[in-house]
Nanobody, 115 residues
Framework: QVQLVESGGGLVQPGGSLRLSCAAS????????MAWYRQAPGQQRELVAA???????DYADSVKGRFIISRDNAQKTINLQMNSLKPEDTAVYYC?????????WGQGTQVTVSS
């Protein structure tokens, strides 16, 4: 059974940084595209960043230049380094694993950017 466990959320001031991590189990991690999504109150869930099996990364325009996604296939983890955080980055962040026609989600971790 696939499990995705996020960690690293919290409260941070505008301009600060946070690092999210997601640990995967029960899946052949090397064939899975991994991604971070986020959902703010009253908003649809949106893609933040994704990293393919060969390490190619894509980002939403709103986070380009501020966020960095990375993966460690040996550890079966992905990370999201978030810098220069803004209040509009406040949301629940979800780890996602996608392969073939399968999607799996973590339970989410809250990120709040506020002074």
């Amino acid at each position: 059974q696939v499990q995705l466990v996020e960690s690293g959320g919290g409260l941070v001031q505008p301009g600060g940084s946070l690092r999210l991590s997601c640990a995967a189990s029960g899946v052949n991690f090397r064939v899975v595209t991994m991604a971070w999504y986020r959902q703010a109150p009253g908003q649809q869930r949106e893609l933040v960043a994704a990293v393919t099996t060969i390490g190619k990364a894509d980002y939403a325009d709103s986070v380009k230049g501020r966020f960095i996604i990375s993966r460690d296939n040996a550890q079966k983890t992905i990370n999201l380094q978030m810098n220069s955080l803004k209040p509009e980055d406040t949301a629940v962040y979800y780890c996602n694993a996608h392969w073939s026609n399968v999607n799996r989600w973590g339970q989410g971790t809250q990120v709040t950017v506020s002074s």
